[in-house]
């Protein structure tokens, strides 16, 4: 199962050229104009990656605006990357992500125009998205903390985040059941998200000889890290070679998914053989 973070989206150009902003970026650029001794606070806290505080506190400087502020960014239109197509050629039933954009319903468009069904797309997760473990016959988007339909409402701060996550079983059980059913593999993900980190740290602790999962990761990462995300969290790293634009990545996940297309037929033509027995 594919968990996709900001480096998918910041792959992609937007029609005005340019990458969407990450975290980082975003909460820096939204400091101008306020205050300036509120502004070094903020931007402390943005250099110790504090950033759901940096969020809460931008958020009440804002107000009203902060909706637009984030449709501004992350409602831009952008044609969908080498790494997004390569992603949706992997053709997993259940991709989640923490992106606001529209660019992975976009890339999954271009690629299943033909088909017969659109992907069912969630916002945050609501009760039925635990049909989502059953329902074999669709795919699905869960875009776990918001999208840009409702902007108003997106997870992006930290009581947005205690609210819809830290103290939301349903968020939390959600979570837990895919990765004991699923193996997750993580792209264009920091391991930044405190609430991810917080699951991941108790499903590791709770089912110590359960599934690993995995994680593309450039090269030049902290071995430390590394370790630490194996150890604390059963979780692999996948190293590639970032050459400054990770142009290397979506050729590798193209070829996992030329893989994992021999290795279906090949379970496909054992099972008929076995039919036939």
Known sequence: MLFLGAGVSSSALTRAGQRMKGWHTFLRDACDGIESAVAVDINKMIDERDYLLACEMLQGIHADNWPRLIMAEYGQAAEPSQLHKALISLDQRIVLTTNFDKLLEAAWENKFGTSTHYPIVLTGIPDRAFSALKD???RYIIKIHGSTDDADNVVFSRSQYIKSAFANPIYTDFIDSLLLNYTFLFVGFSMDD???????EEYSFKYGKSRSHYIFVPEG???KVMEINKRLRKLVSITYYSGGDH???????TELSTQMAKRRNEIYASMKVENSL
């Not at 405190?194 to 991941?200: N, W």
């Not at 142009?247 to 996940?253: G, N, S, T, Y």
């Open 247 to 253: 142009a290397k990545l979506p050729a590798l996940i």
């Open 194 to 200: 405190p609430a991810i980190i917080s699951l991941m």
């Open 136 to 138: 074999y016959s669709r």
């Open 221 to 223: 990462k902290s071995e």
